[in-house]
């Protein structure tokens, strides 16, 4: 069976589409997901693709991920603002990359601060849909580099 990434998406990202277009794109979550299985699949991995707009979902999300091939995080705005996702990345051991559609530095204040940053494995942001590819991409690459030291 193939290694199992989860994506975890928090509060508003089911708006995208619809959501502040200049900011986000026109893409909505479905075609993320899309694309996401897409590029996983090329990849050998298979995806759990997840939307809450509840910060204990996303936790109880990160637990189940706990010992899978790793997760992409866009925490949206509990990015900003969560202890409690920073503790079940901590608590968990799969690798963690913190994305974002949009660069975060690049806008208001308050988005430069992320209580998850510290505990994740990476983080890209910027680059819009792409962010989540090429966070899949990084997973793999961790996972290549682990194989080649065994
Ligand atoms: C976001 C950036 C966050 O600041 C914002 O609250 C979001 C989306 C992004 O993907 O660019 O909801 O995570």
Not at 63 to 69: M, R
């Amino acid at each position: 069976m193939a290694p199992t990434i989860h994506i975890l998406n928090g509060p508003n990202l089911n708006r995208l589409g619809k959501r502040e277009s200049a900011i986000y794109g026109t893409l909505t979550l479905a075609d993320i997901e899309s694309k996401a299985k897409t590029r996983a699949k090329s990849l050998g991995l298979s995806v759990v693709f997840r939307q809450s707009n509840h910060e204990g979902a996303l936790v109880d999300w990160l637990h189940e991920a706990a010992d899978s091939a790793g997760v992409v995080l866009n925490a949206g705005a509990y990015t900003h603002s969560s202890i409690a996702l920073h503790d079940a990345i901590r608590a968990i051991d799969a690798p963690v990359i913190e994305v974002h559609l949009s660069n975060v530095f690049a806008r208001e204040d308050f988005r430069h601060h992320s209580t998850i940053s510290a505990v994740a494995k990476g983080v890209i942001c910027g680059f819009g849909a792409e962010s989540y590819l090429l966070a899949i991409d990084g997973l793999a690459a961790l996972r290549a580099a682990a194989e080649a030291r065994t």
